[in-house]
């Protein structure tokens, strides 16, 4: 059984900063592309960023420049720190993992989401 937990979310005006976490837990064999999710009210869950195990990111252009995405491998856990934050950002974000539990089995993990909501 895996678990992907994440923390972090909170409510901050525009302008400032948050930093989410996700922490992977449970039967681990190896952790391949990390990465986050965001679902505004009345819209498709959208790609943030994402992180392979090797280090490379990707970003969706509309946070390129404001959010960063980082990971510790020794702790299977994925970061998000978003800076100047806009009311456009407010949205629920999840945290998504590839992990492999075993050799063969390779498997698209979700974490819970968390909210973040901007004011202006």
């Known amino acids: 059984q895996v678990q992907l937990v994440e923390s972090g979310g909170g409510l901050v005006q525009a302008g400032g900063s948050l930093r989410l976490s996700c922490a992977a837990s449970?039967?681990?064999?190896?952790?391949?592309?990390m990465g986050w999710y965001r679902q505004a009210p009345g819209k498709q869950r959208e790609l943030v960023a994402t992180i392979a195990s090797g280090g490379s990111t990707n970003y969706a252009d509309s946070v390129k420049g404001r959010f960063t995405i980082s990971r510790d491998n020794a702790k299977n856990t994925v970061y998000l720190q978003m800076n100047s934050l806009k009311p456009e950002d407010t949205a629920v974000y999840y945290c998504?993992?590839?992990?492999?539990?075993?050799?063969?089995?390779?498997?698209?993990?979700w974490g819970q989401g968390t909210q973040v909501t901007v004011s202006s």
């Open positions: 998504n993992a590839l992990i492999r539990t075993t050799m063969w089995y390779e498997y698209t993990y």
């Open positions: 449970g039967s681990i064999f190896s952790i391949n592309r």
